[in-house]
């Protein structure tokens, strides 16, 4: 199965700043997707990261907030903007490989905004 | 709404302590159940899917069972390595994964 490298591992932030979140994957993917995971809370889907294209963001989520940009099919970048303690969190990079039905993580940037 | 709801939110056991995790699960036309195993500091890592009812997986100590409404996830003697948390997830008609929120197993040597 893929392997995905994910960076910053983890990050401490200021209100109001901007951290981009890199996802590389060792192999060509057509399908990637990026979580966050709140203490206590569900895996939530923030969008669906396109190549060529822009993201599909799901409901609450929106591009001024998480823009995402999917260059190419092994790499793709969330930012979280104008941080608030409300997006400490962690965010996940997840892919789907052709031809199966199960999602691949990495291992998840932490993210704390003070 | 498609939900997907585990239990217990956590649990103790002792080693050689057996124990099952439920998932009950609502969704509109299940295309595929899920269980992952989360360790702390890492991303889920994927275990099993379940497609339909009556349906069972083993992986060495686990063992996950499918009912039209519940999936059980069987613990038979488990270790301290079993420790982690342990997320099942629904796909939907839609495609779309939800997941629960997870059950937090630790194993007492």
């Known amino acids: 199965s893929a392997v995905i490298s994910q960076k910053p591992s983890r990050d401490i932030c200021q209100r109001g700043t901007s951290l981009t979140i890199q996802c590389q994957v060792d192999?060509?993917?057509?399908?990637m997707f990026w979580y966050r995971q709140q203490p206590g809370q569900s895996l939530t889907l923030i969008a669906t990261?396109?190549?060529?294209?822009?993201?599909?963001?799901e409901s609450g989520f929106v591009i001024d907030k998480f823009p995402i940009s999917r260059p190419n099919l092994t790499f793709s970048t969330l930012t979280v903007s104008n941080m608030s303690p409300e997006d400490s969190s962690i965010y996940l990079c997840?892919?789907?490989?052709?031809?199966?039905?199960?999602?691949?993580f990495g291992a998840g940037s932490r993210l704390t905004v003070l | 709404e498609d939900q997907v709801t585990q239990s217990p939110e956590a649990l103790r056991l002792q080693e050689g302590e057996s124990s099952s995790l439920n998932c009950s699960y609502t969704?509109?036309?299940?295309?595929?159940l899920f269980w992952y195993r989360q360790d702390p500091g890492k991303g889920p890592e994927f275990l099993f899917t379940l497609y339909s009812a009556g349906e069972e997986k083993e992986k060495e100590r686990l063992k996950a069972t499918l009912t039209k409404k519940e999936s059980f996830l069987h613990i038979t003697a488990p270790k301290p390595e079993d420790s982690a948390t342990y997320l099942c997830a629904v796909q939907a008609r839609d495609d779309k994964i939800i997941f629960g929120k997870g059950t937090r197993l630790h194993i007492l040597p």
């Open positions: 990261a396109n190549q060529g294209s822009e993201a599909t963001y």
């Open positions: 192999s060509q993917v057509t399908m």
């Open positions: 997840s892919v789907r490989e052709s031809g199966a039905n199960v999602l691949t």
């Open positions: 969704v509109s036309g299940l295309r595929g």
